[in-house]
Nanobody, 115 residues
Framework: QVQLVESGGGLVQPGGSLRLSCAASGSIYRFNFMGWYRQAPGKQREFVARISSSYNTNLADSVKGRFTISGDNEKNTVYLHMSNLRSEDPAVYYC?????????WGQGTQVTVSS
């Protein structure tokens, strides 16, 4: 059974930075994609970033130039590096894994941007 555990959320000032981590337990060898979605209050969950097991990455247009995603296959962990955080970035950030036709989700971590 695959489980995803996120960490690294919190409160940051506008323009600040945070790094989110997502560690997967269980076997995820040669997963399809692992990445992040976010959901703000009253809005639909939206794609943020993803990385493949071969380290190909995709980012949503709204975060390009500010966020990057990286991974460590040996640790089964992906990281979302967020910089220049804006008022539109606060949300619950969910780790997502697409593996063998199945979707797995973490419990979410809150990111708040406030001065």
């Amino acid at each position: 059974q695959v489980q995803l555990v996120e960490s690294g959320g919190g409160l940051v000032q506008p323009g600040g930075s945070l790094r989110l981590s997502c560690a997967a337990s269980g076997s995820i060898y040669r997963f399809n994609f692992m990445g992040w979605y976010r959901q703000a209050p009253g809005k639909q969950r939206e794609f943020v970033a993803r990385i493949s097991s071969s380290y190909n990455t995709n980012l949503a247009d709204s975060v390009k130039g500010r966020f990057t995603i990286s991974g460590d296959n040996e640790k089964n962990t992906v990281y979302l590096h967020m910089s220049n955080l804006r008022s539109e970035d606060p949300a619950v950030y969910y780790c997502h894994l697409f593996l063998g036709g199945d979707d797995y989700w973490g419990q979410g971590t809150q990111v708040t941007v406030s001065s």
